[in-house]
């Protein structure tokens, strides 16, 4: 029912924006923000998803502006501000999701302001989910092995980190098109499903979207679909059959917009769905195959949480 208003539901543990958020098809795992260079990990349990947000193990190093994706077992917290930009890589082990984030591979340089898709996030099926072991050659891979990071303020390429090898730094492979060339795809945002994996929006207003194509992630990425509106700093999470673009700033400020994306037909222009419960900006977003949920962000810091269904 997505054309209904979002639903309040959480509210995280604390008000911040500029956090970051996965999970799998249990729990959402809200990250990092501001003020400050916030190092809480907050969990929301979807099967309770009124209840205030659980703080949880912290991230090894407080940060904002960073961005998060995953798979069944864990999650990725990488890039951000400390306040300067970094390349560090956080794990969070949803087994024992109250210790503290491991440091991972990094990426190649440190950036902020980025976004995060993979294949096996928010509790996405697998397409094969036996994975070969880390000597196998890299072409034997399933794409589910893979986290993909766009450059965020550093450049129009995308990065990708292997889940079987997660302590190595992580390796560019294509390009983003169609971005403003100045500014790329800073503050934009990314989703996807098991095949592919989606960019859009970002400084300055862009309605700019790409698609990544996980089985051939060695090539320029290919137009998709617009935003209705363009904006950025916009928060994105979905299923596998659509991606929710929501909230963002832009013209003339902070928004409580909601496109989607049908993956069926990803170059038609997204269509605008139902609002979340405010104007905001900077929000985390994560989900699963049922409800997205959006939380904190901007104007100030908030704390409330918006379920669309």
């Given at each position: ?65 960073l961005a998060a994706t995953g798979n069944s077992d864990f999650g990725y917290f990488g890039g951000g501000r400390t306040p300067s930009s970094t390349k560090i890589i956080d794990r ?218």
């Amino acid at each position: 029912n997505d054309t209904a208003t979002a639903s309040p539901k959480g509210p995280l543990s604390a008000a911040k924006y500029g956090l970051a958020a996965t999970g799998n098809s249990s729990f959402g795992y809200f990250g990092g923000g501001h003020p400050g260079t916030l190092t809480t990990v907050d969990r929301i349990d979807y099967s309770n998803d009124t209840g205030t947000a659980s703080p949880k193990g912290p991230l090894d190093t407080g940060r904002y502006k960073l961005a998060a994706t995953g798979n069944s077992d864990f999650g990725y917290f990488g890039g951000g501000r400390t306040p300067s930009s970094t390349k560090i890589i956080d794990r969070v082990d949803y087994s024992n999701d109250t210790a503290t984030a491991s440091p991972k591979g990094g990426l190649t340089t440190g950036r902020f302001a980025l976004a995060a898709a993979a294949a096996r996030a928010n509790g996405i099926t697998a397409v094969d989910t036996t994975l070969p072991s880390s000597n196998s050659p890299e072409a034997v891979y399933p794409q589910s092995a893979f986290g993909y990071f766009t450059q965020g303020s550093s450049s129009a390429t995308y990065l990708r980190i292997n889940y079987l090898n997660d302590t190595a730094t992580a390796v560019e492979r294509g390009d983003l098109t169609g971005f403003p060339s100045s500014y790329n795809a800073y503050f934009s945002a990314s989703t996807g499903n098991s095949d592919f994996g989606y960019v859009a929006g970002g400084f300055v207003t862009t309605t700019k979207a790409n698609k990544i194509d996980y089985s051939n992630d060695n090539v320029t990425a290919t137009p998709a679909g617009a935003l209705s509106v363009g904006r950025y700093k916009v928060s994105a999470t979905g299923n596998t059959d659509f991606g929710y673009f929501a909230g963002g700033t832009g013209n003339p400020s902070h928004t409580s917009l909601v496109d989607r994306l049908d993956y069926s037909t990803d170059t038609t222009a997204m269509v605008a769905k139902g609002p979340l419960i405010g104007n905001r900006s900077a929000v985390g977003a994560t989900g699963n195959a049922n409800f997205g949920y959006f939380g904190g962000g901007a104007p100030g810091h908030r704390s409330e949480i918006s379920r669309i269904d």
